[in-house]
Structures are given as structure tokens and as C-alpha cells.
């Protein structure tokens, strides 16, 4: 069983950035893709950005694409998530997940992904 944490989320003005981390416990990141994914108020869960096994590739959702950037940290056990250029529409509560299987490329849909963290909230103010 793996244990996903998220940190880093808080109230930002728009404009500004933010950091979120993944961190695991239960087993090691490095050879699990990762994703984050958001649910703002009132609306589905959707992805938001994702990292292959290796780190090699990595996708973003529209919205985020030029301002978000998700990375490895594996002396951190981590996975990292910059939001720069926030906005009110950033607001929402994220989410990690990873799946059971190793060494696979990007997982874009929640349906592959088998572990989630509880969520951080990121608050965008205008």
C-alpha cells in the first residue's frame, strides 16, 4: 500500500505562484508515473498534469499549458507541481495520485491511476 501526501497549497493573489508537492510513503515515486488533478467547486475532477516513469515526458491540460510544470524530485521521494501566472480559475482542490502498475508513460484519465493523497486546497484570489 501506497500512502500519497500533498503539500504546498494556500491562498495566493492572481498573478502569483505556488508549489505543490506529492511526497509517498509505503513505497518509492521513482518508477510510477504521477499525475495531479483538481475538482474546483462545483465541478468534475480533471486533469491537470501528468510525468512519465522516467521524466522524460509530460502532458498538461490546456488551461495550465506555459504556466505549470510538474517535475521529479526522487532524493524527495516527490513529485512537484510550479503553478506560476495563477488565476481566480486555478482555485480548486489538487490532487495526486499514482497508479499500481510501474514504468508507464503519462496516465491522463483518473481511471488508470490507483492511489490518490487527500488533496491540497489552492485558493486564487482576483
Known amino acids: 500500500q501506497v500512502q500519497l501526501v500533498e503539500s504546498g497549497g494556500g491562498l495566493v493573489q492572481a498573478g502569483g505562484a505556488l508549489r505543490l508537492s506529492c511526497a509517498a510513503s509505503?513505497?518509492?515515486?521513482?518508477?510510477?508515473?504521477v499525475g495531479w488533478f483538481r475538482r474546483g467547486a462545483g465541478k468534475e475532477r480533471e486533469f491537470v498534469a501528468g510525468?512519465?516513469?522516467?521524466?522524460?515526458?509530460?502532458s498538461y491540460t490546456d488551461s495550465v499549458r506555459g504556466r505549470f510544470t510538474i517535475s521529479r524530485d526522487n532524493a524527495k521521494n516527490a513529485v512537484d507541481l510550479q503553478m506560476n501566472s495563477l488565476k481566480p480559475e486555478d482555485t480548486a482542490v489538487y490532487y495526486c495520485?499514482?497508479?499500481?502498475?510501474?514504468?508507464?508513460?503519462?496516465?491522463?484519465?483518473?481511471?488508470?491511476?490507483?492511489?490518490w493523497g487527500q488533496g491540497t486546497q489552492v485558493t486564487v484570489s482576483s
Open positions: 509505503g513505497r518509492t515515486l521513482r518508477n510510477y508515473a
Open positions: 495520485a499514482a497508479p499500481a502498475r510501474e514504468y508507464t508513460t503519462v496516465l491522463l484519465t483518473d481511471g488508470e491511476y490507483d492511489y
Open positions: 510525468i512519465s516513469w522516467r521524466g522524460a515526458r509530460t
